[in-house]
C-alpha cells in the first residue's frame, strides 16, 4: 500500500465537506464565547491575539490547543463558555448582504423537501449563503447544490460565508450569478429538488417544471401572503405537479426550571411561508379535486391563476369576508 493511501485524511474532507470540526481548537478558526448573561461573540483564533470585552481581556493563545467546551475567565473575572459554532449558530451571526433562511425553515426545507445524500439540487436566490450552507451538508460531496443568484454583490457575500464555514470551496456546490429562468442549464428532467427563495417564484413554474425529474419536489419559500397566494395557485393551475402544500413553522422555547415550568417570553414567529409541491411524470395530471372551493374564492374579484375545470358559477361568487 502506498503511503498517501495510508494517511489519515485532513481538512474539510476527512468530516466530509461537513463544516464540523473535532479536536483541539486550532489556530484560524472560530469560536464563540458566551458570558453568563447569555451574550455571545465570535471570534477568529489567532496567536498572539487578545480579545477585550466589558469585562476585561482574553488571549487567544489561552484557548488554542484546548478541546471545546470549556469555560474562561477574563482579566476582569468574567466567565465564558468556549465552543466551536454550531451551524444554526454561524448562520445567524455571519455577514449578510440579503435576509438569511433562518435555522427553524432550513430544517423544514431538508426535511420536507426530502433533500438526500447524493441529490441535484437548484437554489434560486442564494441570499446571504444560509440555506446553501444547510443543502451543502445534507447532499453531501456526492450530491449537487446549483445555486443562481441575480445579484453580485448578494454573491460575493455569500461566496465568502459557505467557503468559510466549510473551510474551503465545497465540491457540490455551484453559483451562477444570472436568472434561474435564463441561466439555468441543468438538462430537462435531471433535478431531484429545486429550492425557491425569491421574489416572484411563481415566473419560474414553467422552467423548474422542465427541470424536474418526475416524482422531484419544488420548495418555495415565500414572506407575505400575497406571494404564498400566487405562488399556489400558479403551481396549482400548471397542471403537472401535486396540489401544493403551504404551511409556516413557529418556534416558541420554554422555561424549565423546578415547578416553574411555562411558555417562554420570546419566540421566533414568522419568519416566512413554505410551498411544496411534487412533479407529475409527463403527460400525466392530478385527478381533480372533489371538494368545492370555498365561496367567493375564485369569484369576481380574484384576478389570479384559476385552477382547471372550475365550475362556471363559481366564478360569479361574490366574496363573503
Known amino acids: 500500500m502506498s503511503s498517501a493511501a495510508s494517511e489519515t485524511p485532513t481538512g474539510p474532507s476527512a468530516n466530509g465537506w461537513s463544516g464540523v470540526r473535532r479536536g483541539p481548537l486550532q489556530p484560524g478558526e472560530w469560536v464563540r464565547l458566551t458570558d453568563t448573561k447569555g451574550r455571545r461573540h465570535n471570534i477568529c483564533l489567532t496567536e498572539g491575539k487578545r480579545f477585550f470585552t466589558n469585562r476585561g481581556s482574553i488571549d487567544h493563545d489561552d484557548l488554542i490547543g484546548r478541546p471545546e467546551g470549556f469555560a474562561i475567565t477574563s482579566s476582569a473575572g468574567g466567565e465564558y463558555l468556549v465552543f466551536r459554532p454550531l451551524l444554526t449558530e454561524f448562520v445567524v451571526s455571519m455577514p449578510r448582504g440579503a435576509a438569511v433562511v433562518y435555522p427553524k425553515d432550513a430544517a423544514q426545507i431538508v426535511a420536507m423537501a426530502d433533500v438526500f445524500p447524493g ?137 424549565v426550571e423546578g415547578l416553574a415550568v411555562r411558555p417562554g417570553h420570546k419566540m421566533v414567529g414568522h419568519t416566512g411561508f413554505l410551498v411544496t409541491a411534487r412533479r407529475m411524470a409527463p403527460g400525466e395530471t392530478v385527478p381533480a379535486k372533489k371538494r368545492r372551493p370555498a365561496p367567493g374564492a375564485y369569484g369576481a374579484e380574484y384576478d389570479g391563476p384559476r385552477p382547471a375545470g372550475l365550475p362556471p358559477e363559481v366564478a360569479e361568487e361574490p366574496f363573503d369576508s
Not at 465545497?170 to 444570472?178: E, K, Y
Not at 404564498?228 to 416558541?252: I, K, N, Y
Open 119 to 255: 441529490a441535484t439540487v437548484v437554489e434560486a436566490g442564494v441570499g446571504s449563503g444560509a440555506l446553501t450552507c444547510s443543502l451543502l451538508r445534507a447532499v453531501g460531496p456526492t450530491g449537487t447544490v446549483s445555486s443562481y443568484e441575480r445579484r453580485q454583490e448578494f454573491a460575493d457575500v455569500a461566496e465568502r460565508n459557505v467557503d468559510q464555514f466549510f473551510e474551503g470551496r465545497h465540491p457540490a456546490w455551484r453559483l451562477t450569478v444570472g436568472d434561474l429562468e435564463t441561466a439555468l442549464d441543468e438538462p430537462d428532467g435531471s433535478v431531484d429538488r429545486v429550492v425557491l427563495d425569491m421574489l416572484a417564484p411563481w415566473e419560474c413554474v414553467d422552467r423548474v417544471a422542465a427541470a424536474l425529474t418526475p416524482g422531484g419536489l419544488v420548495c418555495a419559500y415565500v414572506a407575505t401572503t400575497t406571494q404564498l397566494s400566487r405562488t399556489v395557485e400558479t403551481v396549482r393551475a400548471h397542471g403537472g405537479f401535486t396540489e401544493p402544500r403551504p404551511w409556516e413553522t413557529l418556534v416558541r422555547d420554554w422555561h
